[in-house]
């Protein structure tokens, strides 16, 4: 940013501060994590849009991206047995992940080295890798096993056929890949995220509920959706009584080995658009029921004018004992902040993991197929392993969700599939109107502030694909 320029960083009112007054307000210490400030705000450029649709940007993806960085593949708990086995399907390349000893994870290109049959089509699990189709064989370890007829192959020597294999790394219980031999360490990649996590870790956590949706939309396309809070007075408008949209902070993380960005969006303050509409009493209440909703039936709270606690404090201190009493576990300790607010993490370039209680979300961003006019976003709600000696509960498995099937078709998320669907109406439409767009202005302008992080993505894309 040049010297001179000013940067307004959000937009508040005496009732809608913003999020750094309201963690600076917190009942708690927020920690160092969510105190830590972004050191990076990219330059302002416009977007191609043919970056979104075109095949030739959609090849050099494959080859100069999914192939050359450390990418989000799946859960640790996808997979809790040896010899348990996911495919990782980007667009027309698949790895299968899969857990080669009690804690150790494996990742091998999803490709039968006789004739090339995939090798695994889904969630399984086995002593071995086996070939649906002649029934060639590895062990977990990519060495070969077995070939059937082996006499017909004696050209084949068994060290030669092992199954090639790529990088594997592990944080908080996310398992991630990179197809480049010559790859940095993944801890590299992340940068300063396994710090932000340290009073909340991922690993501690478990996926509860999980969908898997295609979507008429590069993958850019939907990823962008959800990296700003700036279309939540248009497409999520009936959320502005109990969301700080505009109020939203952004930080970027930026030292040319990690990209990492994230939002805050503070939740139990009225949107600052609403002006003298707005309603800090209206906004608690509205919290305190939007949190009921996970837990039918309980009575609903009300703003208490009699209590110390701001409207804030006292939903965060209502979850706090709720979720300890329903999980055994303590979360006196987590700050209002941690309990209330939507707390977006991003790593470049597939991984939104959420810090806390607030939205406790992870997506994963990929495109679908070779049509670079076509994605898939998964979304997994994740919840704190139980306490008191209570075993781990399992991952929930895939639920697909097709293009035409929206996420109310499965009502278990509650108030979060209307807001899915909410998000998916835009973005069949974004992928149809940038398609269309006039010769002469066929870009995106992004806003300098609640669209940094999109900007920041397309920044390191530009520089991993050189163009
Ligand atoms: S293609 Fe796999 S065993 Fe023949
Ligand atoms: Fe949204």
């Known amino acids: 940013m040049a010297a001179n320029e000013s940067l307004i960083r959000g937009f508040s009112s005496a009732v809608s501060p913003l999020t750094e007054t309201l963690l600076e307000a917190d009942s708690r210490d927020v920690g160092a994590g969510l105190r830590s400030r972004g050191n990076y705000l990219p330059a302002q450029k416009k977007i191609p849009l043919s970056r979104y649709h075109s095949p030739e940007f959609a090849a050099l993806e494959k080859h100069k991206l999914w192939m050359k960085v450390w990418q989000f593949a799946c859960r640790e708990e996808d997979i809790p047995a040896v010899g348990d086995r996911v495919p990782y399907t980007v667009g027309d390349l698949s790895f299968v992940i899969l857990r080669s000893a009690p804690h150790e994870f494996r990742a091998f290109y999803n490709t ?56 594997v790394g592990t944080w908080g219980g996310f398992i991630f890949i990179n197809p480049d031999p010559a790859a940095a360490p993944l801890e590299q990649w992340l940068g300063p995220l396994p710090e932000f996590f340290k009073a909340c870790p991922s690993e501690d956590r478990f996926t509860a509920f999980h969908i898997r949706k295609r979507v008429k939309a590069n993958w850019k396309v939907t990823l962008e ?23 939203t902070q952004y930080d ?14 503070p939740l139990g303050i009225p949107s600052p658009h609403l002006g003298d509409e707005a309603s800090a009493i209206v906004a608690t209440n509205r919290a305190f029921e939007v949190f009921a909703m996970a837990t039918p039936g309980i009575p609903v709270p009300q703003f208490d004018a009699t209590s110390r606690l701001s409207g804030r404090a006292q939903v965060a201190e209502w979850r706090r004992g709720l979720l300890g009493a329903g999980l055994a576990r303590d979360f ?20 939104c993991p959420w810090y806390g209680e607030g939205l406790p979300l992870v997506y994963q961003f990929l495109p679908f197929g070779t049509d670079p006019n076509e994605s898939v ?49 835009n973005l069949p439409r974004i992928q149809a109107g940038l398609r269309g767009a006039a010769a002469d202005r066929a870009e995106a302008t992004l806003g300098r502030y609640q669209e940094q992080r999109i900007q920041h993505f397309h920044e390191v894309l530009e520089k991993i694909l050189s163009v």
């Open 252 to 265: 970027i993380w930026e030292d040319g080995k990690s990209h990492i960005s994230r939002l805050i969006t």
């Open 332 to 351: 006196a300790p987590w700050a209002d902040a941690a309990m209330l607010d939507s707390v977006q993490y991003f790593v470049f370039p597939n991984f």
């Open 112 to 167: 039968c080295l006789h004739r090339g049959t995939r090798l695994c089509d889904g969630a399984g699990s086995g002593a071995s890798l086996r070939c649906p189709f002649h029934a060639w064989e590895w062990n977990l370890d990519g060495s070969l096993k077995n070939i059937p007829s082996r006499w017909d192959f004696s050209g084949v020597n068994s060290a030669d056929y092992r199954l090639p294999e790529v990088k």
């Open 377 to 425: 976003m998964s979304v997994r709600l994740t919840a704190p392993v139980p306490g008191g000696g209570l075993p781990r509960p399992p991952s929930a498995p895939i639920v697909e969700l097709d293009f035409d099937e929206p996420f109310s078709s499965k009502p278990e998320i509650g108030l979060l599939s209307l807001i899915f669907d909410q998000d998916m109406s």
């Open 225 to 247: 959706a959800f990296l700003e809070s700036y279309h939540v007075v248009e497409t999520h408008s009936d959320s502005l009584t109990f969301t700080g949209d505009a109020s």
